[in-house]
């Protein structure tokens, strides 16, 4: 049985409570990050918490919490459950009070919640053998850029995918692909370009993207950070995934399109192997 934390306190995972009056219950008023951990370590972990900063801000959520203190509770979980690959899942909300629309966040005393997750990162069947994505209509909420915890129709959109055979969903649009269900995206052209779409509210500033970005901006790779089709997408020579959990994740189709002949393409498996090697130089 795992131990988590919850406010304060490290306790059985079964013994953990939260007020039914918490908005994060009540109104999905809620932020969360999640860092992976390798060897026993965090990656990317300043970053993350970089970005709850930013979340709390457009939220106009209060963060009671130091960095510090934020990093110790990430170690000391890792250390109570054993972890060697895997994450760690934050979840900080608003707090509890009678259900309304209207709130005072001055009046409210956050909740902060932690738990791990056993995963293996490095040798995965998506890292093997690749992945599928089917395309579908992105129906969320204007406010992408911030991580909250509204995934219910990213849950729906991965649903959609599993019904038809596929691992993920792309969400897209007005024709063109914003991010996947829970990553981002990219397409690898024919010539070798890496192409994503550019930071704005469509999309989440992926920490994994851009750790990855500048890694490969030191090789000399060429990134173009601008829209692109989902025809471009069925065109590309190779296309990938990123985020925490899976790092970097060839996709093989699209929508029944088969690229770099099914299997992960050279761009990609050079681009994975560059991230784990270079985060590992970096664990907290």
């Known amino acids: 049985m795992r131990t988590v934390y919850v406010n304060g306190e490290y306790v059985p995972e079964n013994e953990a409570k939260i007020s039914v009056f ?13 860092a992976a951990v390798l060897d026993g370590k965090l990656t990317d972990f300043p970053a993350h918490i970089k970005r709850l900063h930013r979340s709390a801000g457009e939220l106009g959520m209060r963060v009671d919490v130091s960095d510090d203190e934020l990093l110790e509770i990430h170690r000391e979980l890792i250390r109570l459950n054993g972890v060697d690959q895997g994450m760690v899942y934050l979840q900080m909300t608003r707090g509890a009070t009678d259900r309304d629309f209207v709130f ?8 902060l919640v932690l738990f791990t997750q056993k995963k293996e990162l490095i040798d995965t069947g998506v890292a093997r053998n690749g992945m599928k994505v089917i395309t579908v209509e992105d129906k969320r909420w204007g406010r992408c850029d911030i991580k909250t915890t509204q995934l219910l129709y990213p849950s729906l959109a991965k649903m959609e995918a599993k019904k038809a055979g596929a691992d993920d969903a792309w969400l897209v649009r007005d024709g063109e692909i914003t991010e996947g269900s829970s ?3 990219y397409i690898v052209t024919k010539d070798g370009a890496i192409v994503t779409r550019p930071l704005s509210n469509s999309i989440l500033p992926g920490i994994t993207r851009a750790t990855l970005i500048a890694y490969a901006e030191e090789t ?16 590309a020579a190779e296309a990938f995934i990123t985020s925490a959990s ?5 996709v093989v189709s699209i929508d029944g399109v088969q690229l770099s002949d099914g299997k992960p393409g050279p761009v990609t498996t050079r681009l994975r192997e560059l991230y784990i090697a270079e985060s590992r130089k970096r664990l907290l």
């Open 220 to 235: 000399g790779t060429r990134i173009e950070e601008r829209v692109f089709t989902v025809k471009e997408a069925h065109e």
């Open 22 to 34: 918490d908005r994060g219950f009540l109104m999905a008023d809620a932020i969360y990050e999640v």
């Open 183 to 185: 990553n981002n995206a």
């Open 246 to 250: 899976v790092f970097v994740g060839p």
């Open 104 to 111: 005072d966040t001055d009046a409210l005393t956050p909740s």
